[in-house]
């Protein structure tokens, strides 16, 4: 009888995954709400866009969760998009605000806070990197797949990325303490179809949005890394963990 029940709960979980469009186990869609209003990228998250979307926190990968860690500073993201433009907004709690890079297309993750974000068409190899400080600097890479990651090759390929960050605090001041900073990203959809993959309500891509958080404050050795959607292992380029993407009028 035990087992009975056992097996009607599986397939009642089964079913609930199927209704919400997942398998069971399988990364939560995240959606992207429609706006006919273009979002203002100013890094001020206060267009009307925003209201309207869902607030997805961020996680520790679930590889840090089982060593007994806990996420030090929280922060969300929210997803938007028109017929021009995805947008991606960041709001981070952070105690120390600093971001090194003084220029665009440098890797940022190795000079200070961070937010990135992945996309991927779901039936192809390559994907898009892209990234917004809290300076207001910018880098896209393109790798053809994960195969080809950490060759020059993976900056050749240009986007017109609009980015914009506000910090609640002082930037690169470690002798005192900050609030967050918020940022703001507009990803042309015509570059996301360049290489031929449709973009919009009917298409499958997938997302990931991470984050990488340095702090003199936080009891680490090197910096925070957290993510929406939460990963099997705190490994940003691990595709199967990606969020599938809906696009919503």
């Known amino acids: 009888m035990r087992h009975g029940r056992v097996a009607v709960a599986l397939c009642a979980l089964a ?3 199927a209704l919400a469009g997942t398998e069971p186990g399988a990364p939560p869609v995240m959606v992207a709400k429609f706006t006919g209003t273009p979002v203002n990228v100013d890094g001020a998250l206060d267009d009307a866009a925003w209201k309207t979307t869902t607030p997805y926190p961020l996680l520790l990968g679930k590889d840090t969760e089982a060593r ?30 600093v971001a090194e890079g003084k220029n665009d297309q440098e890797h940022h993750y190795l000079t200070g806070d961070l937010a990135e974000v992945f996309l991927k068409p779901k039936a192809n190899t390559w994907y898009w990197e892209l990234y917004v400080t809290p300076h207001g600097k910018k880098t896209h890479l393109w790798f053809p797949g994960s195969g080809r990651m950490g060759l ?20 690169n001041d470690w002798r005192d303490r900050d609030t967050s900073w918020t940022g703001e990203m507009a990803i042309p959809i015509r570059e996301l179809k360049r290489f031929g993959d449709e973009f919009g309500p009917d298409a499958a891509w997938t997302i990931l949005v991470a984050r990488y958080n340095y702090s003199r404050y936080l009891p680490l050795r090197g910096p925070e890394l957290s993510m929406t959607p939460q990963l099997p292992v705190t490994s940003y380029h691990y595709h199967d963990g990606y969020a599938p993407l809906r696009l919503e009028r």
């Open 68 to 97: 007994g860690e806990t996420l030090h500073e929280p922060g969300e993201v929210r997803l938007a998009w028109d017929n021009e433009f995805l947008y991606v907004g960041v709001k981070y709690t952070d105690s120390d605000i």
């Open 152 to 171: 020059k090759s993976s900056e050749a390929h240009t986007m017109e990325l609009h980015v914009a960050a506000q910090c609640q605090g002082t930037l």
């Open 15 to 17: 079913a609930v995954a």
